[in-house]
């Protein structure tokens, strides 16, 4: 049941946090359940308990390793956003971090090659705040590098890592790539689901060529098919 709200209903995020709270105690400890239960709390932006679970329950490796990660990952950046919004910097540092590493308790290997430009781009913004801008430029160099990664979302983050050390004219470059891309697919595809895709990825794009009021539109465009888009609605919240 949960399923049909995740991909379907806007928000309505108690009735579903109150849908899966009456499975019974033992399906209540299944990884998929707790998996389920991880992605509202973040949606509702309750990071503190999406982190506990996270934190607490021993996963096995399995089908939904990815997305495991993938909740790991939105629940620190989440948190770390919202204390940096608070002025927590050092808090957000360690919460940045955090999303880089691979708990042994999630079931998740790490992989050979590490794509964490969104982090970087995030840990660089807090220790320029604190005026580290050696630390600042270190993260923003490292995120820079990842701009050849197949994920394009990745490379928003890469691009917006050169932004911040100056070189303009490349992350122009990488941006007007993604942008071109997105708005291709979406001339082409037919798959809901690839639709908001290149709708988030053209947001994306657009927000880093400074035009947020179509950057705006390209997110609300992704919830129109995917009402629960973590990347889209985080993005809203910051335009």
Not at 80 to 102: A, C, H, P, T, W
């Amino acid at each position: 049941m949960d399923d049909l709200y995740e991909e379907k209903i806007a928000g309505r995020y108690e009735e579903r946090l109150k849908n899966i709270k009456q499975a019974p105690e033992e399906v209540l400890k299944h990884d998929y359940i707790i998996s389920r239960l991880t992605n509202v709390y973040i949606n509702m932006g309750r990071y503190n308990e999406s982190l506990n679970l996270l934190r607490e329950h021993t996963f096995y490796p399995w089908e939904i390793s990815e997305y495991l990660k993938e909740l790991y990952v939105e629940a620190h950046i989440g948190k770390g956003i919202e204390l940096l919004k608070n002025g927590k910097i050092m808090e957000v540092i360690r919460y940045f971090s955090d999303s880089m590493k691979y708990p042994k308790n999630l079931g998740i290997g790490k992989p050979s090659k590490n794509e964490d430009s969104r982090t970087l781009y995030w840990i660089g913004i807090a220790y320029k705040k604190l005026g580290l801008e050696e630390k600042s430029r270190d993260c923003w160099e490292r995120g820079a590098r990842e701009k050849h990664s197949t994920d394009l979302v990745i490379r928003h983050f890469s691009a917006m890592c050169l932004k911040e050390l100056g070189r303009q004219e490349e992350a122009r470059e990488l941006l007007e790539r993604i942008k071109e891309y997105s708005e291709k697919t979406l001339k082409t595809e037919t798959n809901p689901n690839k639709i908001a895709a290149a709708h988030y990825l053209n947001g994306l794009a657009l927000k880093g060529l400074g035009e947020n009021k179509k950057a705006t539109m390209e997110f609300k465009e992704v919830l129109k098919f995917l009402p629960n888009h973590k990347g889209a609605r985080r993005e809203l919240r910051l335009l």
